[in-house]
């Protein structure tokens, strides 16, 4: 018998006259203002120059966008491109979707470009990211509980979380956009919520590990990368959502094991020791000195 549940909210999508208010959009945007401070208080601290912070905020916020919806609709394409389905909800990225794996990678690979053309190091600014991202990641996850998607397997834990019965206005079933009517279809494991608190504690972990082990040169972000993998990996494997299954496996979880390993051989491979504030960001430095110099 479950003796306490966790509520879904009765829904996702509020309306302000014609134009929808989504949770899941909300959450998002959240998570990526607030990796926007972290990086800018972190990156500054260790002697960046703040102006690069909003350089590759213009680029990496579009890129991880476009690659986190790439990598969502690669991995579940039979549910949007099959004979019932209409392609053109690939583009619905409101209505949830967006996989870390594509939004990390394309993101970096924009970032790693930029910062090449500005001949600038990319550890000291990723290392600076790292902690907040996974914050964002955490944030996000709030998106998935408000548009009931992404959790786990019928249970009777104690925090089991109820997925509510949501119609539209017509009375059609529409568990996203739709809003409650009151019935519990069942109650599951809250993944959304394991997965909040792992990149939580990550967050916590990564902010310790630098100051404690004085890591730089890129190794916080390794870091990050292992761990919030290895939280995904147990995690993934509790969730009952469809998923792209190989080797009979869910995709998430292979894709996982494999980006933690290489994660933990490029932690270890990197150079020790941290930064000065001179390798951060050498030409903005010589600016600052050169315009010292001429007071």
Avoid at 90 to 111: E, H, R, T, Y
């Amino acid at each position: 018998m479950i003796l306490a549940t966790i509520p879904s909210p009765p829904q996702g999508v509020w309306h302000l006259g014609p134009i929808p208010i989504r949770a899941y959009a909300l959450c998002i945007v959240t998570g990526i203002l607030v990796a926007l401070w972290m990086t800018m208080k972190r990156y500054t601290a260790r002697g960046g120059n703040p102006d690069t912070v909003w350089d590759a905020a213009i680029v990496i916020i579009p890129a991880g966008i476009i690659g986190g919806r790439l990598y969502h609709v690669a991995t579940d394409y039979d549910k949007y491109f099959c004979e019932t389905c209409n392609p053109a909800d690939a583009l619905k990225i409101s209505n949830g979707g967006l996989g870390i794996w594509g939004a990390v990678a394309l993101g970096a690979f924009a970032i790693w470009i930029m910062f090449k053309v500005k001949k600038i190091p990319m550890g000291p600014f990723a290392d600076a990211v790292a902690p907040g991202l996974i914050l964002a990641q955490a944030i996000g996850r709030l998106g998935n509980w408000f548009n009931q998607e992404l959790y786990g397997r019928p249970t009777d834990v104690p925090w089991a979380l109820d997925i509510f019965y949501r119609v539209d206005g017509n009375g059609e079933f529409a568990p996203i956009s739709g809003t409650s009517t009151g019935e519990v279809i069942t109650s599951v494991h809250p993944t959304f919520l394991y997965e909040l608190l792992w990149n939580v504690l990550v967050c916590l972990f990564l902010l310790w590990a630098q100051r404690a082990w004085k890591l730089g040169y890129g190794r916080v972000f390794a870091l990050y990368v292992a761990g919030y993998t290895a939280g995904r990996f147990w995690i993934e494997q509790m969730r009952a959502d469809e998923a792209t299954m190989v080797f009979g496996m869910r995709i998430n979880v292979i894709v996982s094991a494999v980006v933690f390993l290489i994660a933990l051989l490029v932690f270890f491979r990197l150079r020790k020791g941290q930064e000065t504030p001179e390798e951060v960001d050498p030409q903005y430095h010589a600016a600052v000195a050169e315009e010292s110099r001429g007071e």
